[in-house]
């Protein structure tokens, strides 16, 4: 996470982030005053990084620490070169997709889990948007609220969802999928839910970007890039399947008894056409 951040950060909290990535174990037992002494900065810097990364405190953040410091050290992200055999490509592009689920796993904060299962339930219709891969996760999205009950809708043609979004209610909720956070056409979409009235969710890379601060509950996946040479979205693709996936469940779980009647329903119409 702090990697992640890093660039974008002030000064300050940029050489706080640095001295934690330097010496992760010591920080653990620290203050707030204390690593402010040793990174050469003041508490409020320290404050302000941990509203940087979205954290509830200084607790959270040595408790993050405390967590990654006694996991193995993980394997980067590794690129395909090449003349890369079958075999080395499997190998690899496995080891990035879990690499990037375990990552999404850290990064899902549960209570934005639960505040955006609760908002899909008591929402009128569902908007989806993502253009691109993220429309293919968009449209995964849609079809999975639908058999589940709501009125979910993504469209392709990004005009025809804003006209669909013009007529929405102040009752009806928007999702949003942006990898990078800064899509022009999900950030128009964004707006226009928000001056509409709606409840907003987005799925972005974690770190701060337009999308994410905008949004009414911002769920964030790894922020790790993918292989330079790629010529489509992979590891961010299914890290986005993921939260929806997560999203979906959590919601069938919590409303079991209603949800699985409509489940079973949209199963046997389609098995009748069959």
Avoid: W
Avoid at 54 to 80: H, N, T
Avoid at 110 to 118: F, G, K, L, Q, Y
């Amino acid at each position: 996470m702090l990697k992640s951040v890093e660039s974008s950060l002030p000064a300050s909290e940029k050489k706080i982030a640095q001295f934690i990535m330097s010496s992760p174990e010591s920080v653990i037992t620290m203050t707030v005053k204390q690593l402010a002494e040793k990174s050469e900065t003041s508490s409020a810097a320290v404050i302000r990084l941990c509203k940087s990364m979205d954290l509830k405190g200084f607790q959270e953040l040595k408790m993050r620490i405390a967590g990654d410091v006694q996991k193995p050290s993980s394997v980067e992200y590794r690129d395909i070169d090449k003349g890369e055999s079958s075999h080395h490509i499997i190998e690899q592009m496995t080891h990035n997709g879990i690499q990037m689920l375990r990552e999404t796993d850290e990064m899902l904060r549960r209570e934005d889990v639960d505040r955006a299962v609760s908002a899909i339930y008591n929402a009128r219709s569902l908007h989806i948007f993502g253009v691109g891969a993220s429309g293919l996760v968009a449209y995964d999205a849609q079809q999975k609220f639908l058999r589940a009950g709501s009125y979910a809708f993504y469209l392709q043609d990004p005009h025809l969802s804003y006209t669909s979004l013009s007529n929405a209610e102040a009752n009806d909720v928007a999702v949003v999928i942006s990898f990078s956070g800064k899509t022009k056409e999900t950030l128009q979409f964004l707006k226009l839910a928000k001056k509409n009235g709606l409840q907003t969710i987005s799925i972005t890379k974690y770190g701060s970007s337009p999308i994410s601060q905008l949004a009414d509950i911002p769920l964030y996946t790894s922020a790790t890039e993918e292989a330079t040479i790629r010529s489509a979205a992979t590891s961010s693709r299914l890290a986005q399947l993921h939260v929806i996936d997560v999203l979906f469940m959590t919601y069938v779980s919590n409303y079991y008894d209603e949800v699985i009647e409509f489940l079973d329903r949209s199963k046997a119409a389609i098995d009748h056409k069959k």
